[in-house]
């Protein structure tokens, strides 16, 4: 409600993203996961994300609290300090993979966790142009990676603005050129990503194409379709 939205202005009217204290930015991390587990699954965001950076926020707790002791000793500093280089480092790839530039997360929202609303001024982001390049290789049993770059590219690049690419995919008897016949999909924004098959799919042909969206949800050209086995 209103309250809480004030209490929260107030809380980002004291510190900086990231705060620089050990105290202030475990009050930052406490209002942005409980911000963030109310809108995590509006925003796509995988649970598996979610919780591990509250597993990185617990731990920071409980190391943070240790070093308050006024017993503490070198060691009970040493592991906050890790611990807080960890949760970071995590906090800041979480920000800029899941919320800095999703077109899901508008920028009242970005204000409300304490994250830095990018300027109006910048360079727009391009409708993509480019296809991404992609090879389909054997994980684990069952299992198939989605390894993807830019056709222009290198490595795991993606073109500026990207946020991400739609996977489309499907097994079939039979192969196709039409991406209207790939019913199953799924969206990543990183590579590799992997495709997870049951027993009985084993042996099974899946054909796959890939397109680039970027931050703005605009769509690029589809790919053209490759085929593996399911291992």
Not at 71 to 96: H, S
Not at 137 to 145: E, I, K, R, W, Y
Request: charged letters at 25%; hydrophobic letters at 35%; one cysteine or more.
């Amino acid at each position: 409600g209103e309250p809480e939205k004030a209490h929260i202005r107030r809380i980002y009217g004291r510190i900086k993203m990231i705060p620089s204290g050990d105290g202030e930015f475990l009050e930052w991390g406490d209002v942005f996961c409980a911000y963030l587990g109310t809108k995590a699954d509006e925003w796509g965001i995988p649970e598996a994300a979610v919780a591990a950076l509250e597993g990185f926020r617990t731990e920071y707790r409980r190391a943070y609290t240790a070093a308050q002791n006024p017993n503490r000793g070198k060691a009970d500093v040493f592991a906050k300090n890790e611990a807080r280089a960890a949760y970071e480092t995590d906090v800041r790839r979480f920000i800029q993979e899941y919320i800095a530039f999703s077109h899901l997360v508008s920028d009242d929202d970005r204000i409300l966790l304490g994250v830095t609303v990018r300027s109006a001024s910048r360079t727009p982001v391009p409708v993509p142009s480019t296809i991404p390049s992609f090879t389909i290789g054997t994980a684990v049993l069952q299992h198939l990676s989605i390894i993807f770059h830019d056709e222009n590219g290198a490595g795991e690049a993606k073109p500026f603005g990207v946020h991400g690419a739609e996977i489309l995919w499907e097994i079939r008897e039979t192969p196709t050129e039409n991406q209207e016949d790939l019913t199953h999909s799924a969206f990543s924004t990183r590579s590799p990503y992997k495709l997870a098959f049951t027993g009985d799919q084993r042996g099974s042909r899946v054909y796959v194409c890939l397109r680039w969206e970027n931050t703005r949800g605009e769509k690029g050209p589809w790919s053209a379709i490759s085929s593996a086995v399911v291992p």
